[in-house]
């Protein structure tokens, strides 16, 4: 495969898990904030832009909710927001077009007119729902009609890389936020996880209970470690060839890396540092997703015209 194809389809999953992800984050917190009439907007949502890299103004200017929206929502210029993710996804699928389905394309193109047309205009938890059912039908297409070749795992790769640094974010928001943010039973809702948690503790529910099972629960497919592990397992297909000398793929390495430290160490430890942990896993998705950029797609070299000759 092109190393540009394969970039196109590392990023659609990247780009199409961001915006998905992001819409829960948002709407947890915009919902927790109409809750909660004694809870600061300035504070949560400054607390929220710093959490999902944006700057926060520092000339004491009020951090409004249609500020967020328009930062986080609806700002097409910028690919982490979600209107810019799905722009960016159908620029990466036009790009890669030989080689993903017609169902695929149709999918992302609509859902491109729809976020910079009619969308716009629908109130946030409407658009927020509609951003999760364009991406389940992404993720559903994927599954049931392309192969599960090197297509379809740079597009899980991807994916898997974004949800466990998407994960980790929402995490983060609660882990500073504390009381004054949503409770992890929220967090559990916002990740579509909360009955799955209740069968897997047969109702008993806790603040632990419910960090460890975002975190650690290997059956849960918006964990971290769950997510962390299916991004080893693409990369593990992507070379099947055994190495002698151990794992040699750096993203694999670092992957590899923040899953057992997360596995192998007590939860309580886990939990006192938890914002801490939380950047790390952020930290490894970076270095791990420019390990897998300088493995796969390297940059071509610099086009030199001599005369009539290229």
């Known amino acids: 495969m092109l190393s540009r194809i ?26 927790s904030l109409s ?15 710093a959490v999902m890299d944006h700057p926060v103004p520092a000339d ?20 982490s927001s979600i209107a810019g993710s799905m722009i960016a996804a159908r620029e990466n699928a036009r790009r890669a077009r030989e080689t993903v389905s017609s169902e695929l394309w149709e999918t992302l193109n609509t859902t491109r007119n729809q976020v910079s047309g009619p969308m716009r205009l629908a109130r946030p938890h409407d658009y927020f729902g509609w951003v999760r059912e364009r991406a389940a039908i992404v993720a559903g297409i994927m599954d049931s009609s392309t192969s ?21 974010r929402l995490v983060q928001t609660q882990a500073q936020l ?12 916002a990740a579509g996880g909360y009955e799955a948690f209740l069968r897997t503790f047969r109702g008993v529910a806790s603040d632990e209970k419910a960090a460890e099972f975002l975190l650690l629960d290997r059956l849960f497919p918006r964990s971290i470690v769950h997510a962390l592990d ?26 590899a890396r923040m899953r057992a430290t997360l596995e192998y160490s007590p939860v309580g430890e886990t939990l006192e540092v938890l914002p801490v942990a939380m950047e790390d896993v952020q930290r490894c998705c970076s270095e791990a997703s420019d390990a897998i950029k300088a493995r796969y797609f390297p940059s071509a070299a610099a086009t030199t015209w001599m005369g009539e000759a290229l």
Not at 61 to 69: D, I, Q
Not at 148 to 168: N, P, Q
Not at 178 to 184: E, I, K, N, V, Y
């Open 178 to 189: 504390r009381d004054s943010g949503p409770s992890w039973s929220t967090l559990l809702r």
């Open 60 to 79: 004491g200017t009020l951090v409004t909710r249609a500020r967020v929206m328009q930062l986080l929502a609806h700002d097409q210029l910028d690919a």
């Open 6 to 31: 394969a970039e196109s389809l590392f990023w659609i999953g990247r780009y199409v898990e961001r915006a998905d992800d992001t819409a829960r984050i948002l709407d947890v917190h915009l919902q």
């Open 230 to 255: 299916a991004a080893e397992d693409c990369l593990r297909l992507l070379e099947p060839t055994a190495d002698r000398r151990g794992v040699t793929n750096d993203a694999r390495r670092e992957l």
């Open 35 to 49: 809750e909660d009439p004694w809870a600061s907007e300035d504070l949560t949502l400054r607390a929220l832009l």
């Open 148 to 168: 599960h070749d090197e297509t379809w795992l740079f597009v899980m790769l991807g994916r898997s890389i974004e949800r466990a640094d998407m994960t980790a």
